[in-house]
């Protein structure tokens, strides 16, 4: 069955550095999308990602934040200058069309020291 | 936006009995309401769906039902097993173009063998 994968498992990274969390969506999806959740709430939105754009984003995702699909295959979300509060849980999703099932990943989980 | 709301946050059943939890949800337009199950150190798993035009929809031992009107929707897992033991999260979304989900604040259902 397909499924989701997310790569790195875990990051630790100091504050101030820029990290890079990747996906790679189930191939035959269109739409794209990355949600956070810190330890022991709930998971947040953070962006949608539809032909080559953004097509929602939330609150959280800010200037600091950048979403890219560098090939036919991978999706990625940077984070250019990491704060302590980014450390949580980021998961990426995907759905074969806008508002269906979104399978997500395994997720990776972010320490900001 | 919406606002989702779930109760209880914890639930503990002994195994062979049901569970039931219960969402609400602010934004009337929204029409698609998947619920999802996180085991420990996972990504969410969708479990079940449900759209605005179905009134309940059961897939073996869960099932779910929605009622429109009072902007609720309740999850429903008959014959509860260990291995039902988890973090269960409904969400609620306008269907359509990249609309994201916003999760409720998650069930911890433990079943006692």
């Known amino acids: 069955e397909p499924e989701v994968t997310q790569t790195p498992s875990h990051q630790v990274t100091q504050m101030g550095q820029e990290v890079i969390l990747r996906c790679v969506p189930i191939?035959?999806?269109?739409?794209f999308y990355w949600y956070r959740q810190i330890l022991g709430q709930k998971v947040e939105f953070l962006v949608s990602?539809?032909?080559?754009?953004?097509?929602?984003k939330s609150e959280i995702f800010d200037d600091q934040f950048s979403v890219e699909r560098p090939d036919g295959s991978n999706f990625t979300l940077k984070i250019r200058s990491t704060k302590l509060e980014d450390s949580a849980m980021y998961f990426c999703?995907?759905?074969?069309?806008?508002?269906?099932?979104?399978?997500f990943g395994p997720g990776t989980r972010l320490l900001v020291l | 936006g919406e606002n989702v709301e779930q109760h209880p946050s914890t639930l503990s059943v002994q195994e062979g009995d049901s569970a039931v939890i219960k969402c609400t949800y602010s934004d009337s337009a929204s029409n698609y309401f998947p619920w999802y199950k996180q085991e420990l150190g996972k990504g969410p798993q969708l479990i079940i769906d449900i759209r605005s035009n179905v009134g309940e929809k059961k897939d073996q031992r869960i099932a779910v039902t929605l009622n429109k009107t009072a902007k609720h929707f309740s999850l429903h897992i008959t014959e509860t097993q260990p291995e039902d033991s988890a973090v269960y999260f409904c969400?609620?979304?306008?269907?359509?173009?990249?609309?994201?989900?916003?999760f409720g604040p998650g069930t911890r259902l433990s079943v006692l063998p």
């Open positions: 191939s035959n999806h269109l739409y």
């Open positions: 999703a995907s759905s074969e069309r806008g508002g269906r099932a979104q399978y």
């Open positions: 969400a609620a979304t306008e269907a359509g173009y990249g609309q994201n989900f916003v």
């Open positions: 990602f539809y032909n080559n754009e953004i097509s929602e």
